[in-house]
């Protein structure tokens, strides 16, 4: 039976295999704000994901290099975030919006 794939925060649901690649974390806390009952593997799921998001976003300088003259080209860049979701099974826009969502996070964490 298939599950439900959904990245965290977007409520995007995909058709997937047994496993659930993502979660929302907000789910598996408790009132404290812990993590209650969150599985290892899950853990390792989504980092194992977001590892190949970050090599294939790296693959693609245009996402992020602002000295590239087509780092301002639209179709170039939604064209990148549709072969991105293509490698990762995902809509590339839904990619593009988790991307743009963990890397603000990163931001307001680390910067």
């Known amino acids: ?3 439900e794939r959904v990245i965290s925060g ?3 649901e995909e058709t997937a295999g047994e496993e659930s690649y993502f979660e929302d974390n907000h789910n598996n ?16 799921e989504n980092r194992k994901f977001n590892e190949m998001l970050i090599e294939a976003v790296r693959a693609k300088p245009l996402l992020y290099d602002k000295s590239l003259r087509d780092y301002k ?30 890397r603000r996070n990163f931001e307001k964490r680390f910067c």
Not at 29 to 44: A, I, L, Q
Not at 73 to 97: H, Q, S, T, Y
């Open 1 to 3: 039976m298939a599950s």
């Open 10 to 12: 977007f409520g995007l």
């Open 29 to 44: 806390r408790d009132e404290s704000g812990s993590e209650s009952g969150r599985d290892s593997d899950d853990d390792d």
């Open 73 to 102: 080209d639209g179709e170039k860049i939604n064209l990148a975030w549709r072969k991105i979701g293509e490698e990762l099974n995902f809509p590339g826009m839904c990619i593009r919006a988790y991307h743009q969502s963990r």
